[in-house]
């Protein structure tokens, strides 16, 4: 079936600098996504969500990026912190109550 | 915020034996929980749709005898794991929706970690 896919599974950025993780996804009827961080041994955290009338979303440190002609997501995290090492999944909504998760990005912020 | 507890947050069973594992929403009411299942360095499967009041809906290959799941109220879901296997071992995570908020007010537990020896 259609999925959500990554790019990188690991990404290690030096602390201070900035973060781009990206994300695959194959189904065009998708209409919202979402950026989850996991930490070890935790459920997935929300960070921030776009609809697909939306190219782009900024949050705190954070900014989402749609591209629907290519079908890829991307987040960016500004100035990159040792507490943002974390596993990052896209998840897209299909207008239903599911989410398709992808495969994840692990996060790796060096000192 | 919304916030969904996870209940236990670790588990070791013997094989052959069920355990049961508790989902519940603290500060809003949930028509719909989800279950995923996440293996080591994986990411989530969803196994199972929650209704209040009705039964769960399966995803494909998810053997529905086996993880039983009941949503009777609207603040609780439980996920049993019946006759559980070594190969039952994962990382397994509850989400709710906050009816409240619409389609996408969506909040994770903490999840629960089976170990089946």
């Known amino acids: 079936g259609e999925s959500v896919g990554l790019h990188l599974p690991t990404l290690s950025v030096q602390e201070g600098d900035n973060s781009i993780i990206n994300c695959a996804y194959s189904?065009?009827?998708?209409?919202?996504f979402i950026w989850y961080k996991q930490e070890s041994g935790k459920g997935p955290q929300f960070i921030i969500d776009i609809r697909s009338n939306m190219d782009k979303r900024q949050g705190q440190r954070v900014t989402v990026l749609l591209n629907k002609t290519v079908k890829h997501l991307s987040l960016q995290i500004a100035a990159t912190q040792p507490g943002d090492s974390a596993v990052y999944f896209c998840a897209e909504n299909q207008g239903t109550y599911k989410y398709i998760f992808g495969t994840g990005t692990r996060l790796k912020v060096l000192a | 915020g919304a916030v969904v507890s996870q209940h236990p947050s670790w588990v070791i069973c013997k094989s052959g034996t069920s355990v049961k594992i508790e989902c519940r929403s603290l500060d809003f009411q949930a028509t719909t929980m989800f279950w995923y299942r996440q293996f080591p360095k994986q990411s989530l499967m969803l196994m199972a749709t929650?209704?209040?009041?009705?039964?769960?809906?399966?995803e494909q290959g998810v053997e529905k005898d086996k993880f039983l799941i009941n949503h009777a109220s609207l603040t609780l879901s439980t996920l049993t794991v019946t006759s559980a296997h070594p190969e039952d071992s994962s990382f397994y995570i509850c989400?709710?929706?906050?009816?409240?908020?619409?389609?996408?007010?969506?909040?994770f537990g903490s999840g629960t970690r089976l170990t089946v020896v």
């Open positions: 929650s209704n209040e009041g009705s039964k769960a809906t399966y």
């Open positions: 989400s709710a929706r906050d009816r409240g908020v619409g389609n996408y007010g969506y909040t």
């Open positions: 189904n065009s009827a998708s209409d919202y």
